[in-house]
């Protein structure tokens, strides 16, 4: 069974939702709704990988902190694929553009990097088993 439109259109807002809750809200611990029990975060600015919500809602909570409502991360050309375990899994994989937007007069894009995701759908909807943000994109989907 292939995924359908309505469960394409549920992890495109799952994208969206979640950048809005860390840039506009601040909210760590509401961002963590959109993570199952056994999710990671590996992130190629930091060393470590990131296991289980309380570990990722700690992380986020000082990335919010450093940007102080300043940074907007932008998604687009969101593919999403089932994967061959049937319809409750697939992955994603996103552009993200992060502008910084401390400087209100001189707002700059602070980088480009790509999500690579491992989706499930859960009884509360589709959500993060694995978040993986890559830097050098290119060779990351080249190698």
Not at 17 to 46: A, P, W
Not at 60 to 81: P, V, W
Not at 111 to 129: A, E, P, Q
Request: with cysteine; aromatic share 12%; proline share 3%.
């Amino acid at each position: 069974m292939a995924l359908t439109a309505d469960d394409k259109v549920e992890i495109w807002e799952l994208y969206y939702q979640y950048n809005f809750t860390v840039d506009i809200l601040g909210d760590s611990e509401k961002m963590t709704e959109f993570f199952v029990e056994d999710c990671s975060y590996d992130h190629y600015r930091f060393p470590e990988l990131v296991v289980g919500k309380a570990a990722i809602q700690g992380f986020m909570q000082q990335a919010i902190d450093a940007q102080a409502g300043g940074f907007k991360h932008l998604n687009d050309n969101i593919i999403i694929t089932e994967t061959p375990d049937g319809p409750e899994d697939a992955t994603g994989v996103a552009y993200i553009v992060t502008i910084d937007g401390r400087d209100l007069a001189a707002p700059r894009v602070d980088r480009s990097s790509m999500y690579r995701d491992i989706l499930r759908k859960t009884d509360d909807g589709w959500k993060f088993v694995q978040r993986k943000v890559i830097g050098d994109v290119v060779k990351e989907f080249r190698s």
